[in-house]
C-alpha cells in the first residue's frame, strides 16, 4: 500500500504543475492581450490626434494662408503643402454624381479669389469626355463676356440612343467638342443626368488655375502621422448661379 500511496503522490504531484503550467501561460496570454489592446488603443487615440490637428491646420490656412500649425495637445503639429489644379491643357474631374454640378473655369483668378481677365484662348476648342460606359446626358452651361456684357448658352447632349433629354443631340463617341469664339470665355458648368461619370478635358490651349488641393500631414509628439487632403476650388460668384435659370443676357 505504500508503493501505492507513493505513486498517487507523484501522480498529484505531476497533474499539480501541469494545473499551474497552464494557469500560467493562460495569465501570460491575458497580460500580452491587455498589453496589446493599450498598444492599440493608444495608437487609434495619437491617430486621431493626428487626424484632428491635420483638419485644423487646413482650417487655418484657408481662413489666414499659414502652412504650419501646432498645438500643446499630446505635441501635436501639421505643415500644409498645395498644389495647383489646372494650369495645363487637359483638366480631370474625378467623379460628379448625377445631378451635381462641375464647374470648370476658363479665366484667370486674382489672389484674393475675384475673377481676372485672362481669358481661355480664342477661337479654340475644348473636348470634353465621359466615361465609355456613361449613358446619360451632359447638361452645358457656358459663360462668356462681350464687352461689359454677360452672357450664357446652355446646350447639351445624349449619350444615349434610346433614352436622354428631349431636343438634346446624341453622341456615340462619348465625347463632344465646343468651339470657343471671339467672346472672353468664363466658365462651364457641366452637369451628368442620369448617371454619375468623370469628366476629362482637353483643350488646344491652357486651362487656367482652377483652385488648388490643400495636402496637410498631422503629426503627434510619438512620431505618429496621417494624411489629410481636400481640394479647393474657386467658387462661382452668386450672380452666375442665379443666371442658370435666366435666358441670354446675364447681369452682375
Given at each position: ?21 497552464v494557469a500560467l501561460t493562460l ?193 503627434v509628439g510619438s512620431g505618429v502621422?496621417?494624411?489629410v487632403k481636400t481640394i479647393n ?20
Amino acid at each position: 500500500m505504500e508503493f501505492i500511496n507513493n505513486n498517487n503522490k507523484g501522480q498529484v504531484a505531476l497533474i499539480v504543475l501541469l494545473i499551474s503550467a497552464v494557469a500560467l501561460t493562460l495569465g501570460l496570454s491575458a497580460s500580452k492581450k491587455a498589453i496589446t489592446d493599450t498598444k492599440v488603443d493608444q495608437d487609434e487615440f495619437e491617430l486621431k490626434n493626428a487626424f484632428n490637428v491635420a483638419e485644423s491646420s487646413i482650417d487655418q490656412y484657408l481662413s489666414n494662408g499659414v502652412k504650419s500649425y501646432t498645438t500643446n495637445d499630446n505635441n501635436a503639429k501639421a505643415n500644409i503643402t498645395t498644389e495647383n489644379i489646372g494650369n495645363g491643357t487637359t483638366i480631370t474631374s474625378g467623379v460628379i454624381l448625377d445631378g451635381q454640378k462641375g464647374l470648370f473655369w476658363l479665366v484667370n483668378h486674382n489672389t484674393d479669389g475675384s475673377i481676372g481677365t485672362t481669358y481661355f484662348s480664342k477661337n479654340k476648342q475644348i473636348t470634353i469626355k465621359v466615361d465609355s460606359t456613361f449613358i446619360g446626358s451632359l447638361k452645358i452651361d457656358y459663360f462668356y463676356k462681350n464687352g461689359a456684357v454677360y452672357s450664357i448658352n446652355r446646350n447639351g447632349y445624349n449619350f444615349s440612343a434610346i433614352t436622354g433629354i428631349n431636343n438634346y443631340p446624341y453622341s456615340a463617341s462619348k465625347s463632344i467638342t465646343i468651339n470657343i469664339g471671339t467672346e472672353d470665355a468664363l466658365l462651364l458648368v457641366l452637369t451628368p443626368i442620369g448617371g454619375n461619370t468623370n469628366l476629362i478635358l482637353n483643350g488646344t490651349a491652357a486651362f487656367p488655375v482652377q483652385g488648388e488641393e490643400i495636402i496637410a500631414v498631422g503629426e503627434v509628439g510619438s512620431g505618429v502621422k496621417t494624411q489629410v487632403k481636400t481640394i479647393n476650388k474657386y467658387d462661382i460668384p452668386d450672380f452666375f448661379t442665379e443666371s442658370i435659370s435666366a435666358v441670354n443676357e446675364i447681369t452682375p
